[in-house]
Structures are given as structure tokens and as C-alpha cells.
């Protein structure tokens, strides 16, 4: 064969002439003719073998030259010829080449072939893959009938041949070709030509599919051979980059190629130029590429996670990236340096080089938990949550990175605060420390512990008696293996042990010159000696000679001998006489009782141990605590998906037993009533998981469990969190549960005693099973008389509480609670219930119970809920009350004087002497108030509702009643009837309602009723706070008497002074806070009694007590929010709780605000009050907490018109302003709003307004601020507006109103022309030329309806240019302040307006 195959750079190289013995391509055949020269081909590829590739090459080259002409069977027939031929060559070529008789027309003959057949192959595939790219791309359902489909079965039939055509480049390649060329050097074109074709089929978008697997990892192969083999690493590098640059789909591609061809073809010098490029990119280069960025971070995490191992080496190039301004790239890097502390640097059997990497890679990662950018905050956290998760966090770190944990729950990043969350959690869940002990418990043994510490020290320092060894005992123990030593020093050595002996000589040398001379010398010999560290002292001694020739101690080593080494030695170390003692001052001691001290040391070094871990304990344990309280307060934030993370925490706190866990747990109760669907079933799915999935291996050890979690939670619960857990429960145990019978029978055990069981206990089991009374009220309706003798026995004022608890569960089957629409479900009078409760509370009545009252309120409501005429029961109650209250002062007269000289529980209730215990007399009080209150109730509910269901009932009756005739006279006037049924039905409504008022004014406080027998001495306590000063007494009676006043208006206005007056001077807070609550609730009964009295109850807003403001906020929320209460100007006072010390109250005058922002306009109509009247001098309010304030209710005005308006309104009232706080105060307000283009252009109109005073820097500085936010993001026209304005207003500040002339302003507008845009920014300087718009010549005025008021300007006659600012301006003022009586404005405003048909004609 006398010509070579070169592979052409170009498909159509072929044909041109080449040089010498280079192989051209002589006829190219026609579309026509190429299905017969197929043919040919086949045969001969069936008699030849592979090698009639070098006869056939034409036709395969014409298929590629007329690749878009020819039909889809020739390419496919072709492509199967190839792949043939290509399988041929690898099966033929491996006895070949390892056959030595080879000759080289044999060797080139396989060459060609293998070139050819490959250079056909490939091209032809990359042909095949961009022809199924476009058809992919263009390619549209429903379009193109059978030639799309055609289409659709070659591109298909593509998909699956793809893998041949790869299989068998693969099984060539891997075989040894290179020997095929001359000194084994594989041509580059040949390179190219098989990398080309893997690199296109990868620009496919599928191929990161699953579908594409198996190409996928043929491609990844065949790379991984060409550059293990044949030389392809750079090119590799280089592609890799630029494919990711162009397409990001093919980040996870190159990750895993790039970790298969490092580790399984051994070739790790790729992932060093591949992140070396990478590392290389600049900041400029990335910000450029874009997409690239996202591809380069994708590979470098996928990498990251494949092979970390390898990415050691390399990490320095990625690092510097974390200072780039790419937040993607920072991510990435962030992650690779996650997966290598994982999965590398983890554990305790790293060298001191890799504690090192592992320390500075916890440190980069604890840095850009500060980073600028939200998203790499987030991925930092779950980074160091997988860490945490894989417990590969050093225990040294626990503490600093929890720390940094817990800042990050206030990130502004929500997405970072959850991730901070899950961090906190993953702490939680791995911590090496003990979570159950809070901080307060670890105190006490870390102090007991550290005290132990310091007596061990103290004992062993005072324990540090030595005794000398003689130096000759030392000698003579050592002189043995010294002599050795020495004798091996003086020994000739081979020429490699030469080296590191005059290395240890050098420094032997420079030793000695840093002595200053002999004896410094010997004495550093001898602590060599002392150390054993016999060499380095026989080499620094036969040096030391040549140093100090002169010396006497080394004068014996002019010769050097053993002997004389040694004879030195020992009189160095043993010396004589002075010398030896002065050698041993400087030594070091040698103790006695080595294994004593070791003993000692070994049990310091275990306390200490026990102290460090102590400390980092109770470290953990403060901030697990500190993070406990954050994520609480998170649980009522806006963000659904916070809200979801902090319940998940929480619940994961719960379940490791963390100490304080359980006020997360409770905290997040009130949640089950959200409106947002998704926090609500977290919550109950949050209580499910915890304490209605209990694990055990009987029935009855989970319903023990799940009754013991219940328990648990509900001990010491508010009346509120029992409501909240009442939902939940009561959803189990309507459920149908197996465990639901169990539970019940659980908790009758430990309610009747017969498990014992704590008195805490004992009240949960029985509001539970008050819960489960309300999904089957049977469940306490059959056990009333088990109730009654368990909790409202004999031994019922033993534990008023458990009889508290009982009486609420018994309220949950009466009709009230259930809510029943039937028949009313009531017990007789005589039932044995009422027997129990009536003595109880008649019992409890003359006793000191603190509890007594809480049980009373509660077993009265009940009677009125459940006991048929509960009127009648109650008056047998009062009187039996008030006939002991009696019988005591009777009886015990002697004993309470004695007790009344020594106690301030008595006091004189009576003119003839008589002592009555004042807590008593209160109770009695307190039970005559919840009688009155409840009889009310009674009849406006029960009764009410009752008469309303029997007329339904007489109705219905005399309906069934009628006969057919009445019903078709009925149909024929039926509008008629219907009417007059109407005013029937609204009229019995009203004579019921008349009747329950006519009732409540006349019979319950009439002279017969017992009820009213207490009202004079209730006045009369109320009335003289200085003769009833006892506390309790005084809180009943001014209770007791709101509730009276509920009864009727004449009640309410005979003592609505008093109940005002108790509410101002009472010096009891308690006092005040329940006059709060019951006025609040006479407002609502009676509004028009109480609408006078509004300024009294908003004046409690002020009040020095904390509790009374927080009640006074709480009460006067519910009244405005619910329309009771017009929201006037004294909601100011509301304002001002917005900086109130207490955190809890500044939170309830925020959300009412919040509450009112939902009305419409409410804070907008309410803003200019509210200012002036903080703003007043008479109030002393700070700037600070003005602005504090105000920045809050501004953010509450979103809307354009409302913007613009309040900006003139503010401006307006620069006017009326008389103090320089106050024009201060008006300023910082406008700057507060988010002023808008309209609003501007307001505030320019409203110049005259101001403009004096922007001298003031309080004045200047705020509305300088408008202008500078103004201008970021404003368009080019705006932009020169307000920096002219801005301008306008430095001008005035720095040289005072009148020293800016008009003049200058004059010629200013002839400067622009008259420009329209110009004319409106100098506002308002009306001129003759200036363009009219809707308000005419006048300016804008004070309004709430934007643009449809406005205030005019004063009428000239005169025709000449107004001077507006000049220094006339104080002569003007002069002559405006001298008025008569009749010009003297009435309002706090002077601004004149004009109607809306004058401004329209003008």
C-alpha cells in the first residue's frame, strides 16, 4: 500500500489534492447511485473482512457529502456498515498486535483501516445527532402527517443505535492501538476526531436524562480511555469548561464523568485542570457568563459529594472564589468544604496536618454564616446541619457555633431563619451533653465540682516537698549507658550515616556559640545529662574544646578518648565542692514517690476533665434555652413556613426531654384556632405525634401512657391553653380510637383513687374527661353521683380546686356547652348535685379559702345552667350564706376581738362593735355579685331563648292544627299574611325582650328580692375606701356592684360616679384593673350611660401599673375594634404604649393598631390628631419616641391619594405650629411617609407653609431626606425636579428666607423659558404666564379627598409679579396679627376653601 490516511481537520478536505502519499477521494458517488455502491459495500465487507474499508471509503465519504440529500435507510445502512466494520477491527486486531512478525505494509494497512472506518463512524454520528437535534427542536405534534411520523421512527430508531456505535468505538480504543503508529504517537486529528463526535452527542438536553443512562456512560468510558491513553487530559480540562459554560444541563454529567475517569481510570490530574480553570475565572468573567456560574457551582457541589477525597488537594484554587462577587460560586465552594469535613476530615484518627485543613475549613464556614448575601447564610446552615446530623462537628466547636446558631434566628432571610432553625434541631438531636438538666440544675454540681478542683490543686501544691538525689547516685546509675553513647560517638561512621550526624553536629555548634562560655556550656551538658539525652551532651562536649581551648573543665579533650569524654562528663555533672552546688541551683529537681505523683496527677486530670465538661454543659444548656424562647415568639409570626419550622422544633425539643420543652409545647396550643389551614394541622399534627400516639405493647400501657402525656401538659395549664387543648382532644376521642374506652376507664381510675395519684393529676384526669363529655355527654352524665361523692363530698373544702375542675366538666353536658336546640336538658332542685354544691359554697362562704372564690364562680354558673328554677336555688343560698356569715359574728364575738387587736385580717364592719372577718364578708360580697350576674344572663339567655322555642312550638301546633280550607285561604292572600306574620313574629320578639327588661328594672332589685338587701352595703364599701381598706373586701365589692350595675340603666347611672371614681383613686391595681374590665363590659350593655365617660377609661392607658395599662390596652381593643367605642383622637394614647417599657404591652398596642389598620382610612382620618397631640409641648415627649411612634403608624398608609393628602394636611399645620419642636415634629413626620411623585408635587405647592422655617436643622434635615429618597430609581424629568427643589431648599437654610431674592427667581424663569414641568416644581409663585390647571389660580388646601379642595390665594388687584418670600415678610405678620374680633378664626386651621363650582369656573 503505497499511500497513508490522514484525518482531515474538514469533511471536504478529502477531496482535495493532498501531499505526497496522502490518500484523496477520487470519485464521490450520487445520491442515486449510493444504494447500489452500498450493496457493493456489504458484499465485500462479508468476503473481506473490515479491511474492505480501504476499497469502499468513497461510498461512505459520498453518503457524508450528500448527508441531506440521500434517504434516511441509506444512513441507516451505512451507519450499520460502519459499526460492523468498526466491531471487525477490534475483534481482528488483537492477535495482530501483540503478533512480532508484523510487517509494516501489514501495520499501515491496519492503520488506514482503523482511520478510516473511525473518521466514517464519527462524522456520520455527529450528522445523525444534529439532524435529532433539529427535529427535536422543530419538530411539533399533530404537523407534518407521515413524514413527521417518518421522522419521529428514524429520530427513534437514532436513540437506540446511538449505544452501538459507542460500544464499539469503546472495544476498539481500549484495545492497544499505538503500536500501530510509527513510535506509538497517536495522531491529535485522530484524537479530535473520536472526541468531537462524544462531545456533540453530550450537547444533547436528554442526556442528563434516565433515559440516557446507559449513552451517558458509554461517552463518560470512552473519554476516560482517550485520556488515560491517548494523551486527551488538557483537552479534557478545556472542553469540560467550555461545555459548561454553554450548557448547564450538563453539570451533573461532567461530575460524575470526572469522578469516574479519576478514580476508576486513575487519572487525578484532571479534577486539578478542570477546578484550576474554574479557580482561575475571574469575578468580571463569571458576572459575564451567567448561566455558566450556576453550571460551574452545580459541578463543583455534584464533585463534591463524589469524590471529596480528591478535592483536597485542589481546594486552595476554589477559596479564592469566596471572596468574588458570585453568591452561587460562594455556595458552592461552602458545600465542597461540608462534604470533605463529612466524609474526610472527620474523626479522631487525623494527623496533625489534617486537623489543621479540618480547623481552617470550620473557620471558612463560620465566617459566611456573616455573609452578605441571604442565600449563602441559608446553604452554610444546612451545611453545617448535614455536619451536625453526621456527628462530624469537632465537640470543641459545639459551643461557638450553636452561639452563631442562635443569631441567625434574626436574619432578615426567612429561608436563612429556617435553616437556622433545622440547625438548632439537628444540635438537639445529636448533642453529646445531657439536654434533660436545665442551666439552673447544672449550677449547683458545676460549683460543687469546681470547688473539688481547686482543694486537689491546693492539696498537691502544698504537698511539693523534693528531695535531692546526690549527683553522684545520678552518675553512677547513668555511667553504663553513657559509655555506650560514647563509644558509639567516637566510632568511625559510613559515609550515609555522615549526614544526619554532622546535622546534629551544626546544631551542637551553634549551641555552643550561643553560650557565653564555659560554665554556661557545662551547665547546659549537665540538664542534657539530667534528661537523658546522653548523645546530645557527648557531641556538645567534644565540641565545647575547640570553643574554650583555654578552659580548665575541658582540657582533658585535647586528645579524645572514652576515658577523657567520660573523666569530663563526671566532673561536669558530679564536680567538686563549689562547683557542684553552683551546677545544681541550676538543674532541675528529681521528685520522690514518682507513683504517688502519678496517682495524683492522673485523678486531677479526671476532675478537671469533669469541670470542662460540666461548663461546656451548661454552655449548651443556656443557649438550647435561649434558642427555646426565640423560636417560641416565632410561633406567631406572619410566615407560614417559620411557623411550621418552629412547631417542628419544638416538637423535636419535647421528644429528647430538653428541660423548659414544654412551654414550646404549650405555647403553640392557641395555633390549633389559625386560619391558615397548613399552621393549624401542624400543630395537631404536632400533638398527635407527641401525646395521642403512644407506644407500648398492650392497650392498656399505651392508653396509661397517652393518659400520663395529658396529664402532664394540662398540670398547671391556663383556663385558655385547657380550651386550645380541649379542640385536639376532643377530636381524638371522637375519633372511635381503639384506645378510646381504655383512656376513660384510665381516667375514672386515677379520679376515684384507685391508682395513686397526685392532686394535680386528679384535676387533669377530670377536665379530661369533661373533653371527652362532649363527643358522648354519657361519659359523665352515668357517673354524676361518682362525681359528686369523689370531688363534692364531705371532703370538698379540702380542695376547692378539684371541686372547681369537676364543676367544669359537669358544664359540658348542659345545653349551654353543647348547644343543644331541643328541649332544655335541667336536673331537678333536689338532685344530689345541688345538695353538694350549695354546701360547699355556703361552707366555703365563712371560711379563708384562696381558692373558694374560683370554685363558687363556677358552681353558680353551673346551677343556672343545669338546675330547673335556679332563681329560687340561689336565694336559699344567699340566705343560708349570709344566716353563717351571721351565726360567726355571734357566735365568735370574744375570739375575733382578740383577733381583731392582733391581726389587720379583722376590721369593724358594724356601729355596735361587733368584729366580722373582713375575707368572709367579702366572699359573701363576691357571691351576691356572681348571683346578680348570673340572673341576668339566665333570663336574657335561657329564658329568653326558652319562650322563643315555645312560641315556635304553639305556632307549629296551631299550624297542624288549621285545616285544608285555611291553608287555601291562606295561599290566596298569601303576600298579605306573610306580611302581617312578619310584624306578628318581630312584635312577640319585642314584648319578649320587653318583658326580660321590664323584669331586670323592676322585680331582681325589688324591696322583696334578696338581691337588693346587699346593694346599700355594697355602695357603702365601694363609697368609703378609708374605713374598708382590707384589699380583698374592697376587690369584692367594687366587683360585686359592676355586676349589680348590669342588672338595669337606673342601677347603672345611680352608680356609674362611684365606679369612676373607684377606677381613678383606688390605690389597689387590682381594683383598677377589674373596674377596667367591668366598665368595659357596661360600655357594651349600656353604651349611651358610659358614652361620656370615654376620656376617663383611655385615661387608664397611662396608668403607672403595668397590669392596669395592659388591662385598659386589652379591654379598649376589644371595644374599637368591635365599634362600641368611635375612634377619636384619644386613641393617641393607644400610640404612646407603642414604647412602653413592657415588652408584652408595647405588642398588644401593635397589634391593635394592626386590627384597626384593616378598617378603612381609620388610622389615615385618625394621623393628624394623633400627632398634634403628641406633639403638644405640654406632653414632654422626646423626639426619639415621637419618631419611634410615628415611623409605626406611617407604615400604615400604602395609598397614593392618602400620601398626598397627609402631606398637605402636615404642611397645613406648620400654620398653627408655635414651638420649634413642633415644626420639628411635622417634618420627621412627612419624611416618614413613602412620599410619591403626587405627593411631591404637593409638598412644593405647600412651600409657603414652611419655608420660614427651614433655618430650623430639625426641619431642614428631615425634608432633605424626602429629596434623597426621591432621587434613587426616579426617571431623568422627576430627577431634576427634586434635585432643583433640594436646591431650593439648601438655598433658604444656608442664607435665610429673606436673603433669597425673588429677582433671582424671576430670572430663573426666563432662563426656562417658561417651561411647563418648570413652572409646577417653583409652586407656588403664580406669575400672569402661568398655565391654569383645575384648581385655577388658588392654592391646595387642607383635605382628605386629595385633589377636590384646595386653598386659594389671596386676590390681588394689582397685576404686578407677587412677591411671595421677601423680607417684608415680618412688616406682613405684624399687620395679620392685629385682627378683630370677627376675622379671628374659630378653627385650629385659617385656611379658607372654595366650593367646587367656583373652582370649576374659574
Known sequence: MSWDFFVPVCVGDLVKTGGINQYVVQDVVSPKLLPSQLNRFKAAFRSQGPLCILEHFDTGYSVLQHFNSVDLAVKEDTMELLVQVVSGLAVSLPALLVSTSLS???????????????????????????????????????????????????????????????????????????????LSLVEEEFISCVTCCCYKLLENPTISHVKSKPTRDCIIHLLGLLIKKYNHLLGAGVKVIQLLQHFEQLSSVFAQAVSVWSTEYGVRAIIGEVIREIGQKSSEELAREGSGVKAFATFLSELGSLVPELMIPNISVLITHLEGESHTMRVAVCEVLGEILVRVLCGDGLDDSGKADRDRFFDILQEHLHDTHSHVRARVLQVYTRIVNSKALPLCRYSEVME???????????????????????????????????????????????????????????????????????????????????????????????????????????????????????????????????????????????????????????????????????????????????????????????????????????????????????????????????????????????????????????????????????????????????????????????????????????????????????????????????????????????????????????????????????????????????????????????????????????????????????????????????????????????????QAIAEGAVMEDPYWQSFMEQAVRLIYFLAESPDQLCSRLLQRSARLLLDQIAEGGEVN????????????????????????????????????????????????????????????REEKEKGPASK???????????????????????????????????????????????????????????????????????????????????????????????????????????????????????????????????????????????????????????????????????????????????????????????????????????????????????????????????????????????????????RTAKTERQWCDLAMSLSLLSMCERGFKRLQECWECYSDKLTEPGVYQPLLSITAKLRRGAKPQFKAQVEEFEKRLTAVHTRGLENVESPEMDEENQKEGGSKEKSVMRTPLPTRGRQKTKRGQTKSSVSSHGDDFVTPQKSRKSKKPVITFSSDEEEEEEEDAVMAESETPKVTTPIARTSRRARLRN
Not at 427513534?156 to 469503546?170: A, G, P, T
Request: proline share 3%; charged share 25%; hydrophobic share 40%.
Open 404 to 838: 452563631l446558631a442562635v443569631g441567625r434566628l434574626m436574619d432578615k432571610s426567612i429561608n436563612a431563619v429556617k435553616s437556622a432553625i433545622q440547625l438548632l434541631a439537628a444540635f438537639i438531636a445529636h448533642n453529646p451533653y445531657s439536654c434533660k438538666l436545665s442551666s439552673a440544675d447544672l449550677k449547683k454540681p458545676l460549683e460543687k465540682e469546681t470547688a473539688k478542683l481547686r482543694e486537689m490543686k491546693e492539696k498537691l501544691e502544698g504537698e511539693a516537698p523534693v528531695a535531692v538525689i546526690e549527683a553522684s547516685e545520678l552518675w553512677d546509675a547513668m555511667e553504663p549507658e553513657l559509655l555506650v553513647t560514647v563509644s558509639t560517638a567516637l566510632e568511625p561512621t559510613s559515609e550515609e550515616e555522615k549526614e544526619p550526624r554532622e546535622e546534629e553536629d551544626d546544631r551542637g555548634v551553634e549551641e555552643e556559640k550561643a553560650a557565653e562560655d564555659d560554665r554556661a556550656t557545662a551547665v547546659k551538658i549537665a540538664q542534657y545529662l539530667r534528661v537523658n539525652k546522653y548523645r546530645n551532651a557527648v557531641q556538645l562536649c567534644i565540641r565545647a574544646h575547640s570553643c574554650f581551648p583555654e578552659s580548665e573543665m575541658f582540657a582533658r579533650l585535647s586528645t579524645v578518648t572514652t576515658k577523657n569524654v567520660m573523666d569530663t562528663l563526671a566532673l561536669i555533672f558530679k564536680g567538686s565542692g563549689e562547683d557542684a552546688s553552683e551546677l545544681s541551683q541550676n538543674l532541675p529537681l528529681a521528685p520522690q514517690k514518682e507513683g504517688a505523683e502519678e496517682g495524683d496527677d492522673g485523678e486531677l486530670k479526671k476532675q478537671e476533665m469533669l469541670v470542662q465538661y460540666l461548663k461546656d454543659t451548661e454552655t449548651f444548656a443556656l443557649q438550647v434555652e435561649r434558642a427555646i424562647s426565640v423560636i417560641n415568639m416565632m410561633l406567631y409570626w406572619k410566615t407560614t413556613s417559620v411557623v411550621q419550622e418552629a412547631v417542628q422544633f419544638c416538637v423535636t425539643v419535647c421528644e429528647f426531654s430538653v428541660a423548659n420543652s414544654v412551654s414550646g409545647v404549650r405555647k403553640m396550643l392557641p395555633l390549633v384556632w389559625s386560619t391558615d389551614a397548613a399552621i393549624k394541622d401542624a400543630v395537631v399534627q404536632a400533638y398527635r405525634r407527641l401525646y395521642l400516639n403512644p407506644q407500648g405493647d398492650t392497650v392498656r400501657i399505651k392508653a396509661q401512657t397517652l393518659v400520663d402525656n395529658l396529664s402532664e401538659l394540662m398540670v398547671d395549664a391556663s383556663l385558655g391553653t385547657i380550651q386550645c387543648l380541649e379542640e385536639i382532644v376532643q377530636e381524638f376521642f371522637g375519633s372511635g380510637s381503639i384506645l378510646q374506652s381504655s383512656v376513660i376507664q384510665m381516667l375514672w381510675e386515677k379520679f376515684t383513687g384507685k391508682r395513686e395519684t397526685p392532686a394535680m393529676h386528679k384535676r387533669a384526669a377530670v377536665l379530661l374527661l369533661g373533653m371527652a363529655a362532649r363527643a358522648e355527654r354519657e361519659v359523665v352524665l352515668s357517673n354524676l353521683d361518682t362525681l359528686c361523692s369523689v370531688a363534692l363530698g364531705e371532703k370538698v373544702t379540702e380542695d376547692f380546686l378539684l371541686a372547681r375542675d369537676t364543676v367544669i366538666t359537669i358544664c359540658s353536658i348542659t345545653d349551654h356547652v353543647r348547644q343543644s336546640k331541643g328541649a332544655p336538658f335541667r336536673l331537678p332542685q333536689d338532685h344530689q348535685l345541688f345538695t353538694c354544691l350549695t
Open 968 to 1214: 287555601a285561604k291562606q295561599a290566596a292572600n298569601e303576600s298579605a299574611m306573610e306580611e302581617e306574620l312578619g310584624l306578628i313574629g318581630a312584635s312577640a320578639e319585642d314584648t319578649e325582650a320587653e318583658l326580660i327588661r321590664k323584669i331586670c328594672e323592676t322585680e331582681l332589685l325589688a324591696e322583696g328580692n334578696l338581691l337588693s338587701a346587699f346593694l346599700p352595703l355594697l355602695v357603702r364599701v365601694c363609697s368609703s375606701p378609708g374605713r374598708y381598706s382590707h384589699p380583698q373586701l374592697t376587690t369584692a365589692a367594687c366587683l360585686a356592684l359592676s355586676q349589680y350595675m348590669m342588672i338595669s340603666p337606673s342601677v347603672c347611672e345611680e352608680n356609674i360616679r362611684l365606679m369612676f371614681t373607684v377606677l381613678e383613686r383606688s390605690s389597689l391595681p387590682v381594683v383598677r384593673a377589674n373596674a377596667i374590665i367591668a366598665l368595659g363590659d357596661l360600655t357594651v350593655r349600656f353604651p349611651n350611660i358610659l358614652e361620656p365617660w370615654t376620656q376617663n377609661l383611655y385615661a387608664r392607658l397611662s396608668d403607672e401599673v403595668p397590669s392596669v395599662r395592659q388591662t385598659a390596652v386589652t379591654v379598649l381593643t376589644q371595644l374599637v375594634l368591635k365599634d362600641v367605642l368611635k375612634v377619636k383622637g384619644q386613641v393617641s394614647e393607644v400610640a404612646v404604649l407603642l414604647i412602653d417599657p413592657e415588652p408584652h404591652i408595647t405588642s398588644l398596642a401593635l397589634n391593635f393598631f394592626n386590627e384597626l389598620a384593616t378598617k378603612d382610612n381609620a388610622i389615615y382620618n385618625l394621623l393628624p390628631d394623633i400627632i398634634s397631640r403628641l406633639s403638644d409641648p405640654e406632653r414632654g415627649m422626646s423626639s426619639e419616641d415621637f419618631n419611634t411612634i410615628m415611623k409605626q403608624l406611617f407604615s400604615y398608609i400604602t395609598k397614593e391619594r392618602q400620601t398626598e393628602s397627609l402631606v398637605e394636611k402636615l404642611c397645613q399645620r406648620f
Open 104 to 182: 509494516a505494509a501489514e501495520r499501515k494497512e491496519k492503520l488506514n483501516a482503523v482511520k478510516m472506518s473511525v473518521f466514517l463512524l464519527c462524522k456520520l454520528s455527529e450528522s445523525l445527532e444534529s439532524v435529532s437535534y433539529r427535529q427535536c427542536i422543530v419538530t411539533t405534534p399533530g404537523k407534518g402527517g407521515k413524514k413527521s411520523k417518518s421522522g419521529a421512527e428514524g429520530l427513534l430508531q437514532w436513540d437506540s443505535e446511538r449505544e452501538r456505535v459507542l460500544q464499539s468505538l469503546v472495544q476498539l480504543l481500549q484495545l492497544d492501538i499505538r503500536s500501530l503508529w510509527s
Open 897 to 956: 376581738r382578740d383577733v381583731g387587736q392582733t391581726q389587720d385580717g379583722s376590721q369593724e364592719c358594724s356601729e355596735q362593735g361587733e368584729q366580722v372577718n373582713c375575707a368572709c364578708l367579702a366572699q359573701l360580697l363576691a357571691l351576691c355579685g356572681c348571683v346578680a350576674f348570673w340572673q341576668v344572663s339566665h333570663l336574657e339567655r335561657s329564658v329568653s331563648a326558652e319562650l322563643r322555642r315555645r312560641r315556635g312550638e304553639t305556632e307549629e
